[in-house]
């Protein structure tokens, strides 16, 4: 008998079905792997196993943990068994802990809860606890708040809490989602150790194939609320038997054709950039105290060409970004548009900021919500000199949303009514309605789903070839880097340490960085071979 | 913590002085000479020529500065232009009834909102929660003075519970507490609705955060989540009207004490300002500025009690 045996699982919150038959397990000392893009009731199983269901939401069927099925337990039952038997860790490590208490006294609360030990004990398994994470006594004190550490270090004070009572199963739902490639492995890596060392059974859910692929026993796919295949995961990587499997392993390493060909004169040239942010005054007296964000970076953009920008969170590309598109000043170096340079301390001109346009990551939070599409897109006209306007305006709004695949009549609509890829869609036609030749991407598809992702990257790729546009691609995701790119650029603490064709880079790094980068990363095609 | 609380104190400091020369200056350009009016139009131009050397009004801007700030620090006030007795005993004797009041009416108002903020917050969208807000709307919308009066007339004429007003002095404790209660309360009842509110909606933030799941994760109930992880985080924009609601108590009590006869700050700048005693207008304000910028700093370094993270900014 399984850990955990979910059978039959449906779940309605109000008159939607969210969950159709759901039925899955979860051994001891194994990892079973949930995956699933947005939507697909991965994380709403996770929550009928501790019973954390939001408002209104009716679960029937059995949910088998421990001899007990879960659903008929009354609410202080399971109270006890949360933190005890059941430990759960989250997507976002950095709202997940409490800001105005110390991580010691968030871990000991697991412990004082339900009572396993008095304060002085409690505080002591809290240290150990930490100390099991890789978060040792004398960097990690408990008296820490969690705003004085990192993404990786509080999702490890968020395991920590979920491990103190070492608990049977652990719920991990996409624990590593926002983080760092290179913190994502360790993550993993703790995870995984966990489980040996106390044979707990993880619950992982992730929308990443990648991720969990190496370290899963089991795999479930699963969507709109179906499980559509599972089964050991060796097994189901070599044969997928569920058309959407396939699609989601195929979509997962998308590679779209791209048929431009760079040019040789520039369209953008960097040089000796340098971003100084001032620092908070330490002392009364005495000048500001600056941070170096962008430390001397020069590179070339040639028309026609996509050039990635790859790098850790904190490394200083979307610094660089801001700078390039003039939102912020530079404080040494230049920026050349078409061949005209711009140096520090002066503003680029309109004539020339309608050469770029830039989409950005969030397609939920780079829209006004109280304009409508039309608006929303014809917003960068205000670049132009004689913006077009009543039927030219209106034919230009027509043809930006069909070179997007969107409706002409989507114009009248607001973007509450999209969804993520429509957005995105969206943004990219607001980039394109001055015809500008360079775009930036910033995490342009991070947030999306991977089938989503893939038909983005397609426009983009068929964009580029139709308009000749360059794109300056940014992202951390090195795979999606990989398939649009022809060169790339890897930023580490403000500076680019590596920089050639993409190919290159990915089968022979030079740097230790890129190899230490490329070797976190996890990569699927590695694995189907 | 205490490099923070000596930047707020530098910080205090650096308010009152420039409060200090604004109210100085935007009093000193107020037309009209201070020894004639309190001489009447029949003196002598020699009498109030006297006058105004003995009140060093024939010294410079500077000088005058000088002498007022420096009269302040010593508890020197100047003497009132109308009654000619110092500002400073005017002050204190209204001042023992304003501040008592405001106090009195900031706790009735925080011992009323907390409860049932909590209440209508943790119990969303039941009918506990619908009769705090419309109650809350209620008191919002009932002008104070009206309610002033309906309680008088009610608690203090019909049932004879309270006195309809005046205010007995502080030699017999119980009975000035007693006068103080039905303004009190009446003050109170806005300042309440108001809090309650935020207090609810705050909350109501803080519960939809992420880092309260992880506390239901961890084995708490409900309750206990809110206990230990809620209230203290949703207590910033509350410290902030708080602050607010007791600079508003302490001066913009005039219509209630009116209409309680009761002898406070509130109704002696009033009628300063309609006798064009401008040394007690400046002096007063200059007072209340300072009990505003001394509730804002408490208001400060309770913030950063309270969340740890604004210790580092100052």
């Known amino acids: 008998m399984s850990l955990l045996n979910i059978n039959a699982l449906k779940l309605s919150i109000g008159a939607a079905e969210i969950l159709h038959d759901v039925s899955l397990s979860v051994d001891a000392g194994q990892i079973t792997a949930v995956i699933g893009e947005s939507g697909s009731g991965k994380s709403m199983t996770a929550y009928c196993v501790n019973q954390l269901l939001p408002r209104g939401a009716r679960a029937e069927g059995k949910v088998q943990f421990n001899r007990q099925n879960m659903l008929t337990l009354d609410e202080s039952t399971l109270c006890q068994m949360r933190g005890t038997d059941i430990g759960m860790v989250f997507q976002e490590p950095m709202t997940a802990l409490n800001p105005v208490q110390t991580i010691g006294a968030q871990v000991a609360e697991t412990v004082l809860i339900h009572g396993a030990a008095r304060k002085v004990e409690a505080l002591k398994i809290a240290r150990e606890t930490l100390n099991r994470v890789g978060l040792p006594e004398a960097q990690f004190p408990l008296s820490r708040y969690p705003h004085e550490l990192s993404g990786g270090q509080r999702q490890r004070v968020v395991i920590a809490m979920a491990i103190a009572l070492r608990p049977k199963l652990l719920i991990a739902d996409e624990p590593t989602t926002a983080l760092d490639v290179t913190t994502q492995a360790q993550i993993m890596d703790l995870l995984k150790r966990l489980v040996q060392e106390d044979g707990m059974g993880l619950f992982l859910i992730s929308h990443d194939l990648g991720v969990v692929a190496d370290v899963a026993d089991h795999i479930v796919i699963m969507r709109k609320g179906k499980v559509v295949e599972q089964g050991a995961t060796a097994h189901i990587f070599k044969h997928m038997l569920h058309p959407y499997t396939k699609a989601l392993f195929k979509a997962s390493s998308h590679k779209p054709d791209r048929a431009a060909q760079p040019q040789n004169t520039p369209i953008l040239e960097v040089k000796n950039l340098i971003r100084d942010y001032a620092l908070p005054r330490k002392s009364l007296v005495g000048s500001v105290p600056t941070f170096r964000a962008v430390n001397n970076v020069s590179f070339t953009l040639k028309k026609g060409e996509s050039l990635g920008l790859v790098g850790e969170s904190g490394c200083g590309k979307s610094t660089l970004t801001r700078a390039i598109l003039g939102l912020e000043a530079i404080q040494g170096g230049s920026i050349s548009i078409n061949g005209q340079e711009v140096q520090a301390g002066h503003t680029i001109p309109r004539a020339l900021r309608r050469n770029m346009q830039v989409v950005f990551q969030d397609p939920y939070g780079s829209f006004n919500p109280r304009h409508k599409v039309a608006r929303l897109v014809s917003e960068p006209f205000h670049l132009l000199s004689t913006p077009p306007k009543g039927p030219a305006r209106k034919a230009a709004i027509s043809e930006v949303l069909t070179a997007v695949g969107m409706h002409p009549e989507d114009a009248d609509k607001y973007i509450h009514e999209f969804s993520g890829g429509q957005r995105q869609r969206i943004a990219i036609a607001r980039a394109l309605i001055i015809k500008p030749e360079l775009i930036i991407l910033d995490e342009a598809v991070s947030a999306l789903d991977v089938s989503i992702r893939a038909q983005i990257l397609d426009l983009l790729a068929e964009l580029s070839d139709k308009l000749g546009l360059s794109y300056l691609f940014i992202s951390h995701d090195l795979s999606v880097v990989r398939a649009i790119t022809d060169r790339v650029m890897v930023m580490k603490s403000g500076e680019i340490v590596e920089e050639g064709a993409t190919e290159a880079i990915f089968q022979t790094p030079q740097h230790d960085y890129t190899r230490a980068l490329l070797a976190a990363a996890p990569s699927l095609e590695d694995l189907m071979q | 913590m205490l490099i923070f609380t000596l930047k707020r104190l530098l910080s205090l400091g650096l308010s009152l002085i420039a409060a200090s020369v604004a109210i100085f200056f935007v009093v000193e350009i107020i037309p009209g000479d201070p020894a004639r009016l309190m001489l009447g139009i029949n003196a002598t131009q020699d009498a109030v020529d006297a006058l105004r050397t003995q009140m060093g009004l024939d010294q410079g801007l500077l000088s005058r500065y000088w002498l007022w700030v420096s009269g302040l620090l010593q508890g020197d006030f100047g003497i009132s232009y109308t009654y000619r007795v110092p500002v400073a005993e005017m002050v204190q004797g209204r001042v023992w009834v304003s501040l008592p009041l405001a106090l009195y009416a900031l706790l009735l ?71 103080l209660t039905l303004p009190a309360v009446v003050l109170a009842l806005p300042q309440a609705s108001i809090l309650a509110r935020v207090m609810r909606s705050s909350l109501l933030d803080t519960l939809s955060e992420d880092f309260m799941r992880t506390a239901r994760a961890k084995g708490r109930t409900a309750r206990g989540a809110m206990v230990h992880h809620a209230l203290r985080n949703a207590m910033i924009p509350v410290l902030t009207i708080i602050g607010l609601q007791f600079s508003f108590l302490l001066a913009g009590a005039i219509i209630i004490e009116k209409i309680f006869f009761l002898p406070g700050l509130g109704s002696m700048i009033f009628t300063a300002i309609t006798q064009r005693d401008l040394i007690v207008v400046e002096s007063v304000v200059m007072l209340l500025v300072f009990a505003v910028i001394l509730v804002t700093f408490l208001v400060d370094i309770t913030y950063a009690m309270v969340d740890p993270r604004l210790r580092r900014r100052a």
């Open chain 2, 109 to 179: 108002s925080t011992a009323i909102a907390f409860p049932i903020g909590i209440i209508a917050a943790a119990k969303r969208g039941s009918w506990a929660d619908w009769l705090v807000m419309g109650g809350t709307q209620l008191g919002v919308a009932i002008p104070n003075f009206w309610f002033a009066m309906i309680m008088v007339s009610i608690l203090a004429l019909k049932y004879h519970l309270f006195s309809a007003g005046g205010f007995p002095g502080w030699d017999e404790p119980l009975a000035a507490l007693k006068a």
